[in-house]
């Protein structure tokens, strides 16, 4: 068995998963079985597959995939669940003689497999209740006066995340980004991080060319049915599925609410740059220049290696 397993990394639309498929084939053909653990917060909701770009059974193409549709979209789900799953999947794999090959679109959830969790001062829900009051501008107005570095992290219409670095603060008077130093000092010895790096120019045609596909593929009909069924707080804040909720609510038109989506997965992309230039400070981590080659040939760099890399 090989000593390590990849742990795919790189910005939305850059091929994560279809790199991930390659190289549980490759490695197949040398005779290494391998399963993928997928690391996505929103893919965890049962139903939301077009506007997450949730592969599809053609696209895993024989490929066994792990914690995709784990709870219905009217729950919750936290990065502690994700890891506690994902580690007794790996760890089961692993007792197989199967190879586990970690895709992440949430690098919070890659974050916390490689270094641990943050382990952070109980909720407090009069505070919490008292700063959702602040509304979502005054609280991003704060988060950057307190902790710059996690304000690049989050992402401006994240709340839940917003409200949490803030809660942090107020509870330990110590910036979040600052308890999260000792994550750097962490590290696991049986994984590979694989980076995939894409220019900011080529990724936002990639992103635009998704957004206009998801709408062929009946992204529009798709939410409609959860918003009708209800999305819960978490899955609610879904790209996509939030900007449509407002066309469903009359507040703006398709169109409109389908441009927003491109603009806010854009600078979602941009704010995702921030993470992964933090990981690719990882030591022994390999970065492939995504674009100039297939996810095949990415998929021989990889598995070429995790064999140099040895076996147990």
């Given at each position: 068995m090989l000593?390590?397993?990849?742990?795919?990394?790189?910005?939305?639309?850059?091929?994560?998963?279809?790199?991930g498929v390659a190289v549980a084939h490759a490695l197949a053909s040398r005779g290494h079985r391998a399963?993928?653990?997928t690391a996505d917060s929103m893919q965890v909701f049962r139903g939301m597959d077009i506007g997450t770009a949730k592969p599809t059974e053609d696209e895993?193409?024989?490929?066994?995939?792990?914690?995709?549709?784990?709870?219905?979209?009217?729950e919750?789900?936290?990065v502690d669940r994700w890891l506690g799953l994902a580690e007794g999947l790996i760890e089961e794999m692993r007792g197989r003689g199967v190879t586990p090959i970690v895709v992440g679109g949430t690098h919070?959830?890659?974050?916390?497999?490689?270094?641990?969790?943050f382990e952070g001062p109980g909720a407090d829900e009069g505070l919490r209740s008292a700063l959702v009051a602040m509304g979502l501008g005054a609280l991003r107005e704060e988060l950057e006066r307190i902790d710059p570095r996690a304000a690049e992290r989050i992402h401006p219409n994240d709340e839940r995340r917003t409200v949490r670095a803030i809660?942090?603060?107020r509870l330990?008077?110590?910036?979040?980004?600052e308890h999260q130093r000792q994550w750097d000092d962490a590290g696991r010895d049986d994984a590979l991080l694989v980076g995939l790096r894409w220019d900011a120019q080529t990724l936002n045609g990639r992103i635009n060319e998704r957004v206009r596909g998801m709408v062929a593929q009946g992204f529009v009909e798709e939410a409609r049915r959860l918003w009708s069924a209800g999305l819960g707080e978490q899955a609610g804040q879904a790209l996509g599925y939030k900007q449509l909720a407002s066309h469903f609510e009359g507040r703006c038109s398709l169109d409109e609410a389908m441009e927003k989506t491109k603009i806010e997965t854009r600078r979602f992309a941009k704010n995702q740059r921030t993470w992964l230039r933090r990981l690719s400070l990882t030591p022994g981590s390999v970065w492939l220049d995504a674009g100039e080659r297939s996810s095949a040939e990415l998929a021989q760099v990889v598995v070429e290696k995790l064999v140099?890399?040895?076996?147990n």
């Open positions: 000593r390590r397993f990849p742990v795919i990394v790189g910005p939305t639309a850059g091929g994560k998963s279809a790199l399963e993928i653990v895993r193409a024989g490929v066994v995939h792990h914690l995709i549709d784990v709870v219905d979209p009217a919750a789900f936290s919070l959830y890659v974050k916390a497999l490689l270094d641990g969790l809660e942090v603060f330990t008077g110590t910036a979040l980004s140099t890399l040895g076996a």
